[in-house]
């Protein structure tokens, strides 16, 4: 992607600045841009037979920047590249990840982004699932039986995994009753940035999972797996500003259930991957391991809270 094409798009006359971001697992080319007057915006560009997902996507941030959410706003959408690409102009969120800024904070700082954090997933989730959303329990199910598939066709194996995914499916009626709501779909410090009055804003909603779940489970993969329990107060608080408050019993019962289905999908993961990925999934893996005590605890070890 050059400069050349860039300026062939609606409005880059006004274009001041253009910057490349080299940034995060996405496979859109992402670019800064400076307006002439004043403006800051996100342009993405993928590949044209993403068109129906990124579609998906741009009308999803619709949605969330019409409740108030602090999002990359929408400002126009369409094909370039001849109708080889896709591209999606966005408002720029100004800020910094929580991923990379977290440990510059105090702890009651990191007590009070917790609780924005989780008031901003509460609100994102006070959007509806589609009245015809094929219900969670089969979903769930679904999912499960795709990385039980890719577990027994690769080499990778645990002696943890088996009791794991007879967990799984033993207690696979915990899914049958849960609701479903609009989710982010990758809910987790990396996509939270903070401004300099401390406001937190949410990035990168993901379109590959319908978007459309269980609202609780985005708090189970919002989670360190990474081993930065130092930064508890944060996910602690995050926990208790989603549910005002401190969270039912019933949702670790649920929360575990999600932490095993994780597990099980890092399986999947260090059997496809290789090198630097491979030893971060290991580690997660292990580290999930640990903080529910091999799945003989409901509560995380790190929420250091007794009941």
């Not at 509806?128 to 999912?143: C, D, L, S, T, V």
């Not at 300099?196 to 990035?203: A, P, Y």
């Not at 993969?221 to 005002?244: A, H, M, Q, R």
Request: glycine share 6%; net charge negative.
């Amino acid at each position: 992607m050059t400069e050349k094409f860039i300026s062939s798009l609606p409005g880059s006359e006004n274009f001041v600045k253009i910057e490349f971001i080299n940034k995060g697992w996405s496979e859109d080319k992402k670019y800064y841009i400076e307006t002439s007057d004043g403006k800051k915006l996100l342009l993405r560009v993928s590949d044209i037979s993403e068109l129906e997902r990124k579609q998906g996507e741009y009308d999803m941030l619709k949605r969330v920047a019409a409740i108030g959410i602090r999002t990359n706003t929408p400002v126009d959408f369409g094909l370039c590249n001849d109708g080889k690409n896709v591209y999606q102009l966005l408002v720029w969120l100004d800020g910094e990840d929580l991923d990379s800024s977290l440990h510059k904070f105090t702890e009651t700082e990191q007590y009070e982004l917790g609780i924005k954090s989780g008031e901003l997933l509460r609100k994102i989730h006070t959007l509806p699932a589609p009245e015809n959303a094929e219900p969670w329990g089969i979903r769930f199910r679904q999912k499960i039986k795709h990385c039980v598939d890719v577990y027994n066709a690769n080499e990778f194996k645990s002696p943890h995994v088996e009791p794991i995914i007879k967990y799984l499916r033993d207690n696979i009626n915990l899914m049958d009753s849960r609701p479903q709501t609009f989710i982010h779909g990758d809910f987790w410090v990396a996509n939270l940035i903070v401004n300099s009055d401390k406001e937190v804003g949410v990035i990168d909603f993901n379109y590959y999972n319908l978007s459309y779940g269980d609202p609780w489970s985005e708090l189970g993969y919002t989670l360190p797996w990474d081993g930065k329990v130092f930064y508890s107060c944060f996910f602690i608080n995050l926990f208790k500003g989603y549910f005002n408050g401190e969270p039912p019993l019933e949702f670790f019962k649920i929360l575990r259930y999600y932490y095993a289905f994780s597990v099980l999908a890092a399986t999947c993961d260090i059997a496809e991957n290789e090198g630097e990925h491979r030893e971060i999934c290991i580690k997660n893996f292990d580290n999930i391991l640990y903080y529910f005590g091999d799945f003989q605890n409901d509560i995380p070890s790190w929420y250091l809270k007794d009941y």
